[in-house]
């Protein structure tokens, strides 16, 4: 039998509409350095609704790609919210990837229109007599749009381009499963693989993130999303801020701690989301600028890599604010699992819980694959390899037929850990991080956040480098925080009631900074190649066979 119900389609044109109309006041605030720029939601309705004109008259249609070349900004959340609207397909790109990687992604998505923001011109310039697809440039603000033209490319001022278009657009009634956006994952080997979200998908992981029980925005939130728009949606802030009201502060190319510091305490932000790296930049500068003010935070969400617990207790023991671990892909849309504890428990008792990688979102469902193909136990121990399936998981990269990725309607998030009955997921180590020393496993996660634990280190990555007797064993490159000081030995001690004796590394590189990728993680490859290269100034210490 079917049901009775309306069949009407899950589109985010409805989103837009919805946060335009109930939310109007509400304000989209970017960060100049200066006075910062605001509009109101039904502001930004408004000039949504005159760029899609614009991209009309550019020749737009149907589900023609639209890309953007932005950091978070006003600009960048209307062609948001303009390009799915009007069913064409917007793809993000990611400004730091390297030039070869942004030419292949922009050719094999086939983008037409790029916009621009005026103060990343120069790093597209160079590229663009290589993407070959591009026939507009629309630039955000002001700049020299001579480097931009050639080719047969046309260039815009995005300003002029929707001045005196009409206010309203009458939005297509779009099949809602059919293309909204795209984002290409980073950090792989080999090139980007594209991930095309749904109306459908999109709409849905925007409901689902506004729950109280994930990130829980609301109409008296000011929320600051740093991570960037183009690393999977910025974790689905700005859709989720214009269904639930939430305020908007975009950090735009300000993502320094102490642009961060002031965001926070001039526009009194509530809540934000970004990668552990960024947290730990603010923390180190809280920590020597006693005047900043960040009281007004209450939630902020870190994940995209593991989140150090050290971090998690420095936040709230020292400024209150309650730092909630999440676990999600590009693939994912990207939020998979939210670690917020169950009701009820002590601080003590909900620990764990809140330094898992997070209970699976409603409408995830995960399992664990152990290395014989099986599926474990949900008991928080039997570790293996986490698929997922559900209405916002990707179940097949473009124009790309990758098998390994896909396990019978299942994907293979490459995440090594466990689960338990209630659905918290705890993360042990990429599989291809995991380090295998002999025969046994040694989860380069742990040895980091316990690592990070120590007051006088800033970070810590662990990888695995090939060893004549274990077959592989930990490096630890370590960056020591401003004015402080730690031996090898002192490190060393430090691990030895955290983790098992044998885990301990015996290889040590102290660096001025853990290289990064593209969306702020740590860059393993980057950390194998400088050790095979000799590039790293070793310090070693006897092997776990000599020390017993
Ligand atoms: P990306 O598609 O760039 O967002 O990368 C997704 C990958 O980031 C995941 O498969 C994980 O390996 C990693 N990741 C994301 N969040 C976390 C987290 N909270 N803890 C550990 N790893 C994470």
């Known amino acids: 039998m079917l049901s009775t119900m309306m069949d009407v389609p899950l589109l985010l044109s409805r989103v837009v509409e919805y946060g335009a109309s109930a939310y109007g006041t509400s304000e989209v605030i970017t960060w100049t350095g200066g006075e910062p720029r605001r509009a109101t939601y039904a502001e930004v309705g408004r000039r949504v609704a005159g760029l899609a004109h614009a991209l009309r008259g550019l020749g737009i249609d149907a589900d023609q790609r639209v890309a953007t070349f932005m950091w978070n900004n006003q600009g960048h959340l209307e062609v948001y919210c303009a390009v799915p609207s009007m069913g064409a397909v917007l793809h993000t790109l990611n400004i730091r990837l390297f030039p070869d990687q942004l030419v292949y992604v ?98 849905l992981h925007s409901l689902t993130i506004c729950m109280s029980g994930q990130l829980g925005l609301g109409p008296a939130d000011r929320t600051l999303p740093v991570v960037p728009m183009f690393h999977a949606n910025a974790w689905g802030v700005p859709y989720a801020a214009l269904l639930s009201g939430s305020n908007l502060v975009m950090p735009d190319r300000f993502l320094q701690a102490e642009h961060l510091a002031r965001m926070i305490a001039t526009l009194q932000v509530t809540r934000s989301a970004a990668v552990p790296t960024i947290w730990t930049d603010l923390l180190a500068y809280l920590d020597t600028h006693p005047e900043a003010d960040v009281s007004s935070l209450k939630d902020v969400l870190v994940g995209g890599s593991a ?14 604010v309650n730092v909630i671990h999440g676990w999600g892909m590009t693939e994912t849309s990207p939020v998979g699992s939210v670690a917020r504890p169950p009701a009820g428990l002590s601080a003590e008792d909900a620990w764990p819980y809140r330094v898992s ?63 338990t009955s209630d659905l918290y997921f705890t993360i042990t180590d990429r599989a291809k991080d995991v380090i295998k020393s002999g025969g046994e496993w040694i989860s380069s996660v742990d040895l980091e956040n316990a690592l990070m634990g120590h007051p006088a280190v800033l970070e810590a990555s662990v990888v695995g480098v090939p060893d004549e007797r ?79």
């Open 357 to 419: 990688q997070g209970r699976l979102l409603p409408g995830v469902e995960g399992r664990v694959i152990g290395p014989d193909g099986s599926e474990q136990p949900r008991d928080g121990q039997a570790v293996g390899e986490l698929e997922v399936r559900g209405p916002w998981v990707a179940g097949a990269y473009y124009q790309d037929d990758d098998p390994a990725k896909f396990d019978d309607g299942w994907l293979r998030t490459g995440d090594v850990g466990s689960l």
């Open 106 to 203: 922009a050719n094999h998505a086939e983008d037409q229109v790029v916009v621009v923001d005026h103060t990343l011109v120069g790093l597209l310039a160079p590229l663009l007599d290589r993407m070959t697809t591009i026939r507009h440039v629309v630039v955000n603000g002001p700049a020299d749009h001579s480097v931009l033209a050639g080719g047969g490319r046309t260039v815009h001022d995005y300003a002029e381009l929707i001045a005196g278009m009409p206010e309203a657009f009458d939005w297509p009634v779009l099949d809602e499963r059919s293309a909204a956006a795209m984002c290409y994952t980073s950090g792989t080997t080999g090139n980007p693989k594209g991930v095309v979200y749904s109306h459908r998908s999109n709409y």
């Open 307 to 320: 989140c150090p617990p050290s971090l998690i207790k420095a936040f709230e023991e020292r400024f209150g």
């Open 470 to 548: 274990w077959g592989e064993r930990p490096l630890a490159t370590v960056v020591i925080k401003e004015g402080r000081d730690v031996t090898v030995d002192q490190l060393r001690e430090f691990l030895s009631d955290k983790v098992a004796r044998w885990q301990v590394p015996e290889r040590w590189a102290f660096v001025s900074t853990v290289p990064k990728t593209s969306v702020g993680k740590f860059d393993k490859k980057v950390i194998r190649r400088q050790y095979a290269e000799g590039g790293l100034d070793v310090i070693t210490r006897p092997g776990p066979g000599a020390s017993g």
